[in-house]
């Protein structure tokens, strides 16, 4: 895979996902009261009784977009694929595709797999959502 990811590193909040992309797991959210898992981008309340848990990391396309990328180095524009992912759980997710930028990806499913985010050793892995069928064969 040659996606190419900003560095990422953990703070307490985050800890508990990173620990499980780490270990090529995808976690969510979740209120233990009701089961519904939360959007990434909700403020938990602090009442709230959450808990990270496994999610199954596949979902579908539906929506996406190419940004073309100035070259470090003078040469070609990196065209970069980015969209967002509506979880087989629910929520949505907006991510990095590792994906043919010229393609149709209208409801194309996806998974989850993890890569390096910088070459340090503090920088973590992060999800990157890659077609279902090639991210299995990669497996």
């Not at 929506?63 to 990328?69: D, F, L, R």
């Not at 907006?94 to 930028?101: Q, S, Y």
Request: charged fraction near 30%; aromatic fraction near 8%.
């Amino acid at each position: 895979m040659t996606v190419r990811i900003n560095p990422v590193a953990r703070d307490e909040e985050s800890a508990a996902f990173f620990d499980g992309a780490a270990v090529g797991e995808f976690r969510l959210l979740r209120r233990r009261s009701t089961g519904e898992y939360l959007d990434p981008r909700t403020v938990p309340d602090p009442d709230d009784d959450l808990e990270w848990t496994a999610a199954a990391g596949t979902g579908t396309v539906v929506s996406w977009s190419v940004v073309h990328k100035r070259a470090r180095d003078g040469g070609e524009p990196e065209r970069v694929v980015v969209g967002i992912v509506e979880l087989a759980e629910g929520p949505w997710w907006w991510c990095r595709l590792d994906a043919d930028p010229d393609a149709d990806l209208w409801q194309l499913p996806v998974r989850a797999v993890f890569v390096p985010s910088g070459p340090e050793p503090d920088h973590e892995k992060v999800p990157v959502f890659a077609p279902a069928e090639e991210a299995d064969h990669a497996r």
